[in-house]
């Protein structure tokens, strides 16, 4: 990804004021603020493709497998960071998201990620397809 352009090629993008309150003993954002600022973007991205529906009418969700993150640069307080996430890859019943988080005061990548989201359907507590409207909204967002 460029540092130059922030996140202007990412679909998915939120922006967060850094809090005092996450900040950590070394004076930098706490790493697992950056797991949440990636769970905010994946939220909205549920919310935006109809997962968070699913769930309500059908029982059928997504839950999160895994995730990672690679920390770049350290994010202090004050600052501005743009949150950004991508669709990456599709499965028949998991997508790959990409996020990125970018730091005003820095102007640069301060952190990047992905995860792997699986369609549960929650009612029998077992994996399920991707529904064919959440998944042609997912690919939106690639």
């Known amino acids: 990804m460029s540092t130059q352009q922030p ?3 990412w679909p998915l993008k ?3 004021s850094v809090v005092w309150g996450d900040m950590d003993a070394y004076q930098h954002l706490n790493n697992t603020v950056y797991f ?4 905010s973007v994946r939220v909205e991205l549920l919310r935006e493709s109809g997962f ?3 769930m309500e009418q059908d029982g059928i969700g997504a839950i999160l497998r895994d995730t990672r993150c ?20 599709i499965g028949e019943d998991r997508f790959v998201m990409d996020y ?5 005061k820095l102007a640069t ?34």
């Open 7 to 9: 996140l202007a090629d």
């Open 14 to 16: 939120i922006d967060m």
């Open 36 to 39: 949440r600022y990636f769970e």
């Open 52 to 54: 968070i529906e699913s």
């Open 70 to 89: 690679r920390f770049r640069a350290p994010v202090t307080y004050p600052d501005r960071v743009h949150v950004a996430g991508r669709v990456r890859e």
């Open 100 to 104: 990125a988080i970018w730091s005003e």
């Open 109 to 142: 990548l301060a952190a990047e990620g992905d995860g792997t989201i699986v369609c549960l359907d929650y009612r029998a507590a077992a994996k399920a397809p991707i529904p064919d409207s959440i998944r042609a909204r997912l690919e939106g967002y690639r």
